[in-house]
């Protein structure tokens, strides 16, 4: 399997998936994408009902790396990543209601579905790395989870110096914490004074600037990063297969911000897992649900929610839908993105955006909104969800359809929002045994403003005193 990027054309040497997990990011600024798409038949799929979760994400994931990464040693890899979740399923479904499921991607070290992809990231990374002898410098921008699971899975790792970013006051403090607590030496974590969008556009600056890219060796755990696409795919796969696929359509819902878990779904669409329909959930963080309702991809100031995972505006993965929507026209795609960096507006073709939509529905809930959700899931059906998960449940019951099941992805542990959980249901949610004491551990992180220089400044220091 080789790979393009959606700025670029496919080239006689094109990278594996070995070379794109390390780079992160392309070269010309667009993402990494398979230069096409596997194709699973309808027997495969049933056979895969058999496997365990690890097994399965062993066989998904080794569609994308065939030629780099054998199936056997990510049949290790895989075993080994999931070994440590507290529920022997790794991805349970639990029914909420008549054809509404949760899909619970919180059962991690983490406590967020960020584990699901970022445990095997870190060993996929260890992998490549030992066999090429190299050193990287992982830098990423955080709206909240991914920083604590990137950090979960990379700590004291030797060939790999993190840096995450976060906005500065903008995610809940166990998520805060989550990530600051962590002393091991290969770790620094920077609160930007600004935004995830701040954050993110520093983080893409980074990977933009190809003189400090080479010198510090740069690569991403962000959902930039196809391998973590990749390896989100599975869950899909093993919710739809407990629910009778291939032989019943099955939807989901996805409460949305960069993008990349949605996006996943979409990809085991395009492999041929029946999904009927992608249903976005959005914060008043809206540029998703207003591009569905009304082509319209324009940004505006992020708002802080009860939802902060969901706080953002530009949604990198967006660009690897487009660039399947423009049908493989990189020039196009390129030329796009170009004009929305500068115009803060993305001007997408008017049957690009119906191709969507005949896929992908969006719904957008206030935080008053999301409370109710949180409120009225936990009176009916006695579940306890976090604000996230509760807008994915929202969504889903609004767009299930009778006799298809519509599985909501169950993003985080509802104790990673405690005091937006107890106001909505007036339970107060407790951190498993393992995050117990995270109130009383040392915190340690740095408060730098948001420029590029400061930043870089800061990643040099980290790699030689880390």
């Known amino acids: 399997m080789r790979y393009r990027s959606t700025r670029g054309d496919l080239t006689a040497d094109a990278p594996n998936f070995s070379d794109i997990l390390l780079a992160g990011l392309a070269g010309d600024g667009g993402l990494y994408m398979p230069e096409s798409w596997p194709r699973i038949s309808a027997q495969t799929f049933r056979d895969w009902r058999a496997l365990s979760y690890p097994d399965l994400a062993a066989e998904v994931i080794a569609l994308f790396s065939e030629g780099a990464i054998d199936c056997d040693t990510l049949r290790t890899m895989c075993r080994d990543a999931y070994a440590g979740f507290d529920h022997a399923a790794i991805a349970p479904l639990c029914e909420v209601e008549q054809d509404l499921f949760s899909l619970e991607l919180f059962h991690g070290p983490t406590l967020a579905f960020k584990d699901m992809a970022m445990q095997m990231l870190g060993r996929l990374f260890d992998h490549v790395l030992t066999q090429r002898n190299r050193h990287v410098t992982i830098v990423g921008a955080t709206s909240g989870d991914t920083g604590s699971a990137a950090i979960e899975a990379c700590r004291g790792r030797e060939r790999l110096s993190v840096v995450i970013l976060h906005p500065k006051g903008r995610t809940s403090e166990v998520q805060r914490r989550q990530m600051t607590t962590v002393q091991d030496s290969n770790i620094l974590n ?45 869950y899909y796969v093993r919710a739809a297969l407990a629910l009778g696929a291939p032989d019943r359509e099955v939807s989901f819902a996805v409460p949305t911000g960069n993008f990349g878990n949605v996006l996943a779904a979409w990809a085991a669409r395009e492999m041929g897992l029946p999904i009927r329909h992608l249903c976005i959930g959005s914060n008043r963080n809206d540029i998703l649900t207003r591009f569905l309702l009304d082509n319209d991809m324009s940004v505006r100031r992020v708002e802080p929610s009860l939802s902060p995972s969901m706080d953002i505006q530009v949604s990198s993965n967006f660009e690897r839908l487009l660039f399947e929507l423009l049908d493989r026209n990189a020039t196009r795609c390129a030329a796009i993105m170009r004009e929305f960096r500068e115009t803060g507006r993305m001007a997408v073709p008017h049957d690009a955006w119906m191709r969507m939509r005949d896929v992908f529905q969006g719904m957008t809930l206030t935080d008053e909104q999301t409370s109710e959700a949180m409120r009225l899931f936990y009176n009916e059906s006695l579940y306890l969800a976090d604000p996230h998960t509760a807008i994915g449940l929202a969504v889903g019951r609004q767009f299930k359809e009778p006799g298809i099941p519509m599985v909501a992805a169950a993003t985080a542990h509802p104790a990673k929002f405690p005091d937006a959980v107890f106001a909505a ?36 220091a980290h790699i030689r005193h880390g």
Request: aromatic letters at 8%.
């Open 425 to 460: 249901t007036g339970i107060k949610p407790e951190l498993p045994p393992h995050l117990a004491d995270l109130f009383e551990r040392q915190e340690r992180y740095d408060t730098m403003s948001s420029q590029l220089a400061t930043i870089q400044d800061a990643v040099r």
């Open 190 to 234: 920077i609160a930007v004074d600004g935004d995830f969008d701040t954050c993110q556009d520093l983080m893409k600056a980074m990977f933009a600037d190809h003189t400090f890219r080479d010198e510090v060796s740069l690569s991403a755990v962000n959902s930039i990063n196809w391998a973590r696409i990749a390896a989100q795919i599975p």
